[in-house]
T-cell receptor, first 113, second 106 residues
């Protein structure tokens, strides 16, 4: 069964360092989402792509976060510089066509020290 | 912005018990999702519904659009059902509840 892939699964970094996460959606899925989930809370949308275009990045802290999906397939989320408050689970999800159902990857757990 | 509230926040039950998790939201939606998140983080979609009731195995999800309320039921609960159950509502984008942590004791 096709799955959303994410790497790394775990990342520990010091504050002020740069960190990057990668997501490979299910093949053929045009819509890709990045979410941030702080411990004990529900996921919060950071950015939504439709193919290579950003549809919604209203909650993305653009002074330090950036996201790209250059060829409309896999995507990278970057944080520079990382802050202690960025410690969270970063989830990627994808959806195909006009389907509402999203398929989630395993997530990247980021710890900033 | 839609406010999504789940109850209870934490639930511990004995194996075999009937489980109910509730979700309320504040604004009209096009669909409601129930998701399961196991330790380690991965999220699995259980149900997507916009009206009525859906059943899959021991899981049942219902929604009352007029009352802006949904419930997730688990029959004959089992320790492997232990997870966080998250309700998410769609009005354009998804808004997630904070989840219900379910622990089933053998």
């Amino acid at each position: 069964e096709a799955e959303v892939a994410q790497s790394p699964r775990y990342k520990i970094t010091e504050k002020s360092q740069a960190v990057a996460f990668w997501c490979d959606p299910i093949s053929g899925h045009a819509t890709l989402y990045w979410y941030r989930q702080i411990l004990g809370q529900g996921p919060e949308l950071l950015v939504q792509f439709q193919d290579e275009s950003v549809v919604d990045d209203s909650q993305l802290p653009k002074d330090r976060f950036s996201a790209e999906r250059l060829k409309g397939v896999d995507s990278t989320l970057k944080i520079q510089p990382a802050e202690l408050g960025d410690s969270a689970m970063y989830l990627c999800a994808s959806a195909g066509g006009s389907a509402y159902e999203q398929y989630f990857g395993p997530g990247t757990r980021l710890t900033v020290t | 912005k839609n406010e999504v509230e789940q109850s209870p926040q934490n639930l511990t039950a004995q194996e075999g018990e009937f489980i109910t998790i509730n979700c309320s939201y504040s604004v009209g939606i096009s669909a409601l999702h129930w998701l399961q998140q196991h330790p380690g983080g991965g999220i699995v979609s259980l149900f997507m519904l916009s009206s009525g009731k859906k059943k899959h195995g021991r899981l049942i999800a219902t929604i009352n659009i007029q009352e802006k309320h949904s419930s997730l039921h688990i029959t004959a609960s089992h320790p492997r059902d232990s997870a966080v159950y998250i309700c998410a509502v769609r009005e354009g984008k998804l808004t997630f509840g904070t989840g219900t942590r379910l622990t089933i004791i053998p």
